[in-house]
């Protein structure tokens, strides 16, 4: 079950932008953007085979058997049960925090989860993807845009201004 509770009022909406190779030390991130307002960048760095995970359901690749996400999936879809959003909901001591929110029959439910696995369940079921206000404080990066009010800048140019932040970063600037 849930092991914090989400205020609805400080939850951003995220577009998954992708999965990348941070440079030198070769880390998996996933990175995250604000659909709205500042478009804050949000890295988290992940496992390889979370990357993987996330990077297989992006591309749309079947794989010959289910890998453990499609399974969660199938079983959650077998049950009746929906994933209605997934919420990074906190960095605390540099880990990220996330929670499933699931509905079905039985009502509603909060499943705390890593925010890798969430990302790769939401890619796989279309669920929306959320970050608590206070994580994108904590460890959001503002991209500056070149563009005219109300145009966004292209993908490649915000993956170049987010190469060029995490060229300055280090896992320890999460500290929150």
Not at 150 to 173: I, K, M, S, Y
């Amino acid at each position: 079950m849930s092991v914090s509770s989400t205020n609805v009022e400080s939850m951003k909406e995220m577009e998954l932008i992708g999965v990348r190779i941070e440079l030198p030390s070769n880390a998996p991130i996933v990175l995250l953007r604000e659909t709205e307002g500042d478009c804050r960048l949000l890295p988290i760095f992940i496992g390889g085979a979370e990357a993987q995970a996330i990077a297989l359901a992006m591309e749309e690749v079947e794989t010959p058997r289910p890998m453990t996400h499609d399974l969660f999936k199938n079983v959650l879809d077998d049950l009746g049960v929906r994933i209605e959003r997934i919420v990074v909901t906190e960095l605390r001591d540099r880990t990220f925090y996330a929670e499933l929110e699931l509905a079905g029959g039985n009502g509603a439910r909060r499943i705390s989860s890593r925010p890798s696995d969430a990302v790769a369940l939401a890619v796989r079921t279309g669920a929306p993807i959320f970050a608590d206000e206070s994580v994108l404080e904590a460890a959001g990066h503002t991209v500056e845009p070149d563009e005219p009010e109300g145009e966004e800048p292209p993908a490649e140019e915000v993956l170049d201004q987010f190469r060029e932040f995490l060229d300055q970063v280090t896992p320890d600037d999460f500290n929150g």
